[in-house]
C-alpha cells in the first residue's frame, strides 16, 4: 500500500470516527466513544503495517521531538499564568474560579510528570544499563511510593473538587440547600 493511499484511508477513518462520537455523546451514549476509538487505533496500526513506502524518516522524528518540548513548554507557561490571572480575579466566583485554577495547574504538572517519565522509560531502554535493574528498582522504589502516595491524593482533591459540597439539590420536585451556596435559590422548576 503505498503512502497516499494510507492517509486517504486515515482520513476517512477520522471522519467516521469524528461522526459516530458527535452523534453518540448527541445521544448521551458516553460508552461507545472509547470503544470506537480504541477500535480506530487499532485498524490505523494495522493498516500501518501494510504501508511500503517510508512514512517517516529520522529527520521527521527529530523535529517531532523538538515540536514536543516546544509544545510543553509553552503550554506550560501559558497554564501557569492563567492558574495565577484566575487567582488574581478570584473574588468574582471563588469556588468556580478556583476550581479552573487548580485544574490549570494539576494538568500542567501531570504534564511535565508524564513527559518525565516517558522521556526517563525511553532514555533507560536504549541505555546499556539495562543489567543493573534491580539495583535501580531498589534505589528508585522509596520515590516510586512516594509518586503513587502523591497520585492518590491529587486523585483525591480533583475528586474533591469537582464534587459540589455548597450547592442546590433538587430533590423530590424542591429545591434543598446542601451546605452553604453562595447563589440564591434556582427559579427554573426542579425536576
Known sequence: MSTKTYRIIKLIIVMLLSMTIAISVNLNNYILPPILAIVAMIILILIKRKVTDVLADERDYNMAGTAARWTITIFSIAM????????????????????????????????????????????????????????????????????????????????????????????????????????????????
Not at 508524564?114 to 522509560?121: A, D, E, G, M, P
Open 80 to 191: 501557569m499564568i492563567g492558574f495565577f490571572v484566575l487567582f488574581s480575579i478570584q473574588d468574582k466566583d471563588p469556588e468556580m474560579i478556583t476550581t479552573i485554577a487548580f485544574l490549570l495547574a494539576y494538568l500542567t504538572c501531570g504534564l511535565m510528570l508524564l513527559n518525565s517519565v516517558i522521556f526517563s522509560f525511553l532514555k533507560y531502554k536504549e541505555s546499556d544499563d539495562k543489567k543493573n535493574l534491580g539495583h535501580r528498582i531498589k534505589h528508585y522504589f522509596p520515590i516510586i511510593i512516594l509518586t503513587m502516595i502523591l497520585g492518590f491524593f491529587i486523585a483525591l482533591f480533583i475528586f474533591r473538587a469537582f464534587t459540589p459540597e455548597d450547592t442546590w439539590l433538587c430533590d423530590d420536585g424542591a429545591w434543598v440547600r446542601h451546605g452553604n451556596p453562595g447563589s440564591d435559590k434556582p427559579t427554573e422548576l426542579c425536576q
